[in-house]
């Protein structure tokens, strides 16, 4: 895990009494604990966002793994001849009095002995993500991490004239940005939510491809950052190697998370039924990551998968603080090559005739069919534009029947007519060639227009005289 610090002093807030000699209490660094188990200071925004998550908070409860506690640098500014404790406290006001027991939990390990050696000793005080999020009693008693997105308070309280009562504190928001300088500084909250499942899932095959489709969710859809595929061939292996944007447990201090991925079914798609959910998709194996969208995305392309080859596939919803949870399809799909419109015109010899108006209006002999068929397959053929006159002209009148009928070969002869010349002018002259003759044939008739005018005009002009 890269490293991040917040820079939170002008972030904190002081009240109550001030410390003797005017000192002042600073949240001066924010550290978190990189895979090999030091401090670290500032990655990017992201990194932050990724220690702020569940699988964070739940290693830290478990206290697995070595990235299970993040890590405040305490100072202070001025100098003060109180030589007291400051107690750090977790929960929601604190600093209140009549609330403190039932809305509070003081941390009593991290307490910092005596505030006045702050301002040329700093200290440090060590604390889990679980603490900011679990903070009441009922808290405590729940089984696992509390799963929302928050602002989490941190306090430090101060008896500062030994009277018995906390006269001064402060306070930070963890991840709170304003008037936060440095490359976190748009880092707003703690969240260890997952963000929401799309509905409407579905998987179809293609050419050496796999396509996942989906409805995007109705609410807290701006929650999802990013799409990712899990693919597992037929023979247990990962299919691709793209990386993981998403972090649990199993991955990050080996303690099963127990995702359980949605099941979704699938119909009119080739393949098998699973038995039992993969293994892989059990831990969200990193190793089987094979495809990603972006978050406004309502589809996702997997390539790098061979025809006829079964694949067992899952689709995972990631937020920005690589919070996830996603489902998976109880059969395996299976790519297929796709036979399109010239293909199945080369397969068959461009013998195209069943069900083809022009072949049934002038007669599959006829020699204006076969100029027609050679127009078709090699003027047409070599440009987008040609093929996709080609496709269009097969969607529509070439699905028109006339077989059997004399009479509607007649009318349908003479509604072809335009289409007929034109294509044979093409074939004959080309495309340049053709626009070029209608060109002119235009020009004749305006240059006839025009001298047309002219001789009417003159004889006007000459009995005005």
Same mark, same amino acid.
């Given at each position: 895990?890269?490293?991040?610090?917040?820079?939170?002093?002008?972030? &904190?807030?002081?009240?109550?009494?001030?410390?003797?000699?005017?000192?002042?209490?600073?949240?001066?660094? $924010?550290?978190?604990?990189?895979?090999?188990?030091?401090?670290?200071?500032?990655?990017? &925004?992201?990194?932050?966002?990724?220690?702020?998550?569940?699988?964070? @908070?739940?290693?830290?409860?478990?206290?697995?793994?070595?990235?299970?506690? $993040?890590?405040?640098?305490?100072?202070?500014?001025?100098?003060?001849?109180?030589?007291?404790?400051?107690?750090?406290?977790?929960?929601?006001? @604190?600093?209140?009095? &009549?609330?403190?027991?039932?809305? @509070?939990?003081?941390?009593?390990?991290?307490?910092?002995?005596?505030?006045?050696?702050?301002?040329?000793?700093?200290?440090?005080?060590?604390?889990?993500?679980?603490?900011?999020?679990? +903070?009441?009693?009922?808290?405590?008693?729940?089984?696992?991490?509390?799963?929302?997105?928050?602002?989490?308070?941190?306090?430090?309280?101060?008896?500062?004239?030994?009277?018995?009562?906390?006269?001064?504190?402060?306070? +930070?928001?963890?991840?709170?940005?304003?008037?936060?300088?440095?490359?976190?500084?748009? +880092?707003?909250?703690?969240?260890?939510?997952?963000?929401?499942?799309?509905?409407?899932?579905?998987?179809?095959?293609?050419?050496?491809?796999?396509?996942?489709?989906?409805? &995007?969710?109705?609410?807290?859809?701006?929650?999802?950052?990013?799409?990712?595929?899990?693919?597992?061939?037929?023979?247990?292996?990962?299919?691709?190697?793209?990386?993981?944007?998403?972090?649990?447990?199993?991955?990050?201090?080996?303690?099963?998370?127990?995702?359980?991925?949605?099941?979704?079914?699938?119909?009119?798609?080739?393949?098998?039924?699973?038995?039992?959910?993969?293994?892989?998709?059990?831990?969200?194996?990193?190793? $089987?990551? @094979?495809?990603?969208?972006?978050?406004?995305?309502?589809?996702?392309?997997?390539?790098?998968?061979?025809?006829?080859?079964?694949?067992?596939?899952?689709?995972?919803?990631?937020?920005?603080?690589?919070?996830?949870?996603?489902?998976?399809?109880?059969?395996?799909?299976?790519?297929?090559?796709?036979?399109?419109?010239?293909?199945?015109?080369?397969?068959?010899?461009?013998?195209?005739?069943?069900?083809?108006?022009?072949?049934?209006?002038?007669?599959?002999?006829?020699?204006?069919?076969?100029?027609?068929?050679?127009?078709?397959?090699?003027?047409?053929?070599?440009?987008?534009?040609?093929?996709?006159?080609?496709?269009?002209?097969?969607?529509?009148?070439?699905?028109? #029947?006339?077989?059997?009928?004399?009479?509607?070969?007649?009318?349908?002869?003479?509604?072809?007519?335009?289409?007929?010349?034109?294509?044979?002018?093409?074939?004959?002259?080309?495309?340049?060639?053709?626009?070029?003759?209608?060109?002119?044939?235009?020009?004749?008739?305006?240059?006839?227009?025009?001298?047309?005018?002219?001789?009417?005009?003159?004889? #006007?002009?000459?009995?005005?005289?």
């Amino acid at each position: 895990m890269a490293a991040a610090v917040m820079w939170l002093g002008a972030n &904190a807030h002081a009240d109550g009494m001030p410390l003797p000699n005017g000192g002042d209490l600073q949240f001066n660094r $924010f550290f978190i604990i990189d895979e090999n188990g030091a401090p670290k200071e500032p990655g990017n &925004a992201d990194d932050t966002r990724f220690y702020l998550n569940y699988a964070h @908070c739940a290693c830290g409860k478990a206290d697995a793994g070595l990235e299970k506690t $993040f890590e405040y640098e305490i100072t202070l500014t001025g100098t003060t001849t109180a030589n007291r404790p400051a107690e750090v406290w977790v929960g929601t006001d @604190c600093n209140n009095d &009549a609330v403190r027991a039932m809305q @509070c939990r003081q941390l009593d390990m991290q307490t910092i002995a005596d505030i006045s050696v702050l301002a040329t000793s700093p200290a440090r005080v060590k604390l889990r993500l679980y603490d900011l999020l679990n +903070v009441t009693a009922a808290d405590m008693m729940m089984p696992d991490c509390r799963k929302e997105e928050l602002a989490a308070k941190l306090w430090l309280l101060v008896d500062a004239d030994g009277n018995g009562s906390r006269e001064y504190w402060k306070t +930070v928001d963890v991840a709170q940005t304003t008037n936060m300088t440095g490359p976190i500084g748009e +880092v707003k909250s703690v969240d260890t939510k997952a963000p929401p499942l799309p509905t409407g899932f579905n998987a179809s095959s293609g050419e050496e491809a796999i396509v996942i489709s989906w409805t &995007a969710p109705t609410s807290r859809a701006d929650d999802i950052h990013v799409y990712q595929a899990l693919c597992i061939d037929e023979e247990g292996l990962p299919v691709a190697s793209k990386r993981a944007l998403y972090q649990t447990t199993d991955l990050l201090c080996g303690r099963p998370q127990g995702i359980m991925l949605t099941e979704t079914s699938l119909s009119d798609v080739d393949g098998t039924p699973l038995t039992e959910v993969p293994e892989p998709f059990k831990t969200l194996d990193t190793r $089987f990551v @094979c495809g990603e969208a972006t978050k406004t995305a309502t589809s996702l392309t997997i390539g790098e998968v061979d025809n006829g080859k079964p694949y067992k596939i899952a689709l995972l919803v990631i937020d920005r603080y690589g919070n996830v949870d996603g489902v998976y399809f109880n059969r395996t799909i299976v790519p297929k090559p796709v036979t399109d419109l010239w293909e199945d015109l080369h397969d068959r010899n461009s013998g195209v005739d069943g069900g083809c108006l022009l072949s049934q209006t002038y007669g599959e002999g006829n020699p204006l069919t076969r100029v027609l068929r050679e127009f078709r397959d090699t003027t047409l053929a070599r440009s987008a534009f040609g093929r996709g006159l080609t496709s269009a002209y097969y969607a529509t009148l070439g699905k028109l #029947s006339v077989e059997g009928s004399v009479v509607l070969r007649v009318i349908a002869a003479l509604y072809l007519l335009p289409l007929v010349l034109v294509a044979l002018l093409w074939h004959t002259l080309t495309l340049p060639g053709m626009l070029a003759l209608f060109v002119l044939v235009a020009l004749r008739r305006r240059i006839r227009r025009v001298a047309l005018a002219i001789a009417l005009l003159v004889p #006007s002009l000459a009995a005005a005289d």
